[in-house]
Each structure stands twice: as structure tokens, then as C-alpha cells.
């Protein structure tokens, strides 16, 4: 799903004013693809919303279409009053089951927050990367792959594929290794999941990015998402793909933020070692890299065949092949599985 926000003017064009009729309020809901639009008052506060289903129950309880909008309108609808990032704001909705949601101050009406079901991201194809030993996770992970390691009752790997099913991606290739045949086993080609899944059988170790060298372009989109099968996630896909084409870069690294607090006074001193000033247990922040890639077909050409190799590297050999790399920050869900502390702390979370 594709989350767009209307403000300003694009808001204004998809508000009806109370006093407007049925029929007017039909036509700018036909116009601008909405099934719910808001309704201001005279006073420029929200006066609730109409959706297509208020009109029908309005019209079948014996309302006119020349019936002012007021008769129909939803008072008091599911409303936002504060901002929140993309991804959080998705989720909210998609947890509350509605495809707009107003966002209002004071009463004022400030945007219009709405779901697109079927988004550009429904064309791309989604490798991710499920071969891994996860030694850190043994002994779970010795009779049974870290991708198909439950949280709440549901493997690793289909809390990722279904985040990416809701946005629209429905293509997906597993490079696969260690315990293959149980993912495999597991999957098949995807049907049960409404998916497509294809594989890739890595024969060694080839770290996060080796197994691209493996790929067949030609079944590639283009570009292509491309991430670890450990990541727990709610990546804003379409917002994703958007940066990458409007900047024209050949790769694009998915970043988190990451706060660390030194447990000890940090003390700073000048050129000669005398003092300079002192700050208790201070809080760094770092941009990390999330494990999430947006990849067009041109980076494949900078990754080494047959051979260990991490994809980070792929960002620094990028500028050698004369191409370039960009980055996307992600403020949503973010949980790495790589060690037991942090799969009990997403169990607590999900299973919560």
C-alpha cells in the first residue's frame, strides 16, 4: 500500500463544505478517486467525513441526492492530532482498518493521510537473503534455519513477506543454504502465502551480498529490493523506491538510528591536555545500516562472482564502476535477530 498525504491546496480539492448536496459531494469523491472525503464547516473546522458507504445507508433510509451533505456526514470519525513518521502512521492504520485518516489541530483540518491499495511497489521483486547459519543463535538454529524460527507462532521469514505482501510486493526470490530444504519445504512457490517465491541454493558461503552474483537479471525488476532474512521491519517500500529513482542512484541503503549512552563522564581536553570541559554518561547517535536495499540491475555489475562478499562493500566499490550510492532513513520497526536477547525481546514485542 502506497500511503500519500494531501495538505495545502491537493487538501482543499478533496474537501466538501457541509452545505454542499449529496450529488456535489459524489462528484468530487468520483473526480479524486477518494471512497472518503472530509467535511468542513463554515468556520473552516472539520466537520466530520463521508464515506461511500454513509451515502448509500443515507439514500436508502429515503435522503435525497439534492439532500445537503450535512445529513450524511460522520461526526465523529477516527481522527490523528499529532504527526507521526510514515511508517509508524501506516501501521496505525492498516491496525485500525481504514484507508484515510484526517489529521486535525484545534479542530482545524491539517492533512488528509490515505492508503492506496496496489502501489508501484507491486512490480518489484523482493531477494532475500535466508542462508545464514546463525550460529549466534544456536542451539535453535541447528536443527531448524533462523528464518523459520517462530514469533508468535509465525516464522521470521512470513512476518517479512507479509509486511512486504501489504505494500504490494508479491514477487520474491529466497537465496537459500543452510537447512535449505526445510525453507523450501516450507514455502514451495509462495501460493499459500498469495505470493510468487523462487530460489537461489548458495553452494558456500557467500555472505549478504555474494549470493547476487547468482541472480538471473531476467527475472529481476527493475530495481530490485533486496534484503536480510533476519530483519524484522515495517520499511516504507513505496517511499523507498521513490528516493532511489528520483535521485538516480545505482544503489540505496536503508539506515537506522541508533543511540548508544556511555556509561562514564566524557571529559574533553585542549591540544596542551589541559581541561576542557566535562559531559556525564552523554548520548551518541549513529545512522546503521538496517540490512535493506533498494539494488537497480547496474550495481550487479560491481559484485564479485563466486565469492564471499558483504554488501556494505558494494557501496564503496560502487564509485570505482563509476556509479553511485545513496541512502534512505527508516524511522519505523526495526529488529535485527541476531543474537537470543534480541529474539526474546521481539517475541515480548509481538507476542505482546
Known sequence: MRLVTYVGQELAALCVDEHQTLRQTMFVMSKIGLRLVPVVAADGTLAGVVADGDLRRHIASGGALD?????????????????????????LMQWRGVE???????GALLALHVLWVGS???DLTAVIMAGGLGSRLAPLTDTCPKPLLAIANKPILTHIIEHLRTQGVTRFILSVNHLSEMIVNHYGDGSDLGV????????MRMGTGGALGLLDEAVLSEPFLCLNGDILND??????????RSNNWDATMVLCEHSYTV????????E?????????KPTLQFNIN???YMLSKSALKAVPRGVFYDLPTLFSDLKRHGMQGGSFRHTGRWIDIGNVAEFDRARKIYEG
Not at 272 to 280: G, I, L, R, T, V
Open 67 to 91: 439532500d445537503p451533505i450535512a445529513q450524511a456526514v460522520n461526526r465523529r470519525p477516527f481522527t490523528l492530532d499529532h504527526d507521526l513518521p510514515a511508517a509508524e502512521l501506516r501501521h
Open 100 to 106: 484515510s485518516l484526517p489529521q486535525v489541530e484545534n
Open 120 to 122: 508501484a511497489a507491486q
Open 196 to 203: 510468487s517465491v523462487d530460489y537461489i541454493h548458495e553452494t
Open 235 to 244: 520499511i516504507d517500500v513505496a517511499g523507498l523506491q521513490a528516493a532511489h
Open 263 to 270: 556509561p562514564y563522564g566524557v571529559v574533553r581536553t585542549t
Open 272 to 280: 596542551s591536555h589541559a581541561f576542557d570541559y566535562a559531559e556525564e
Open 290 to 292: 538496517a540490512g535493506i
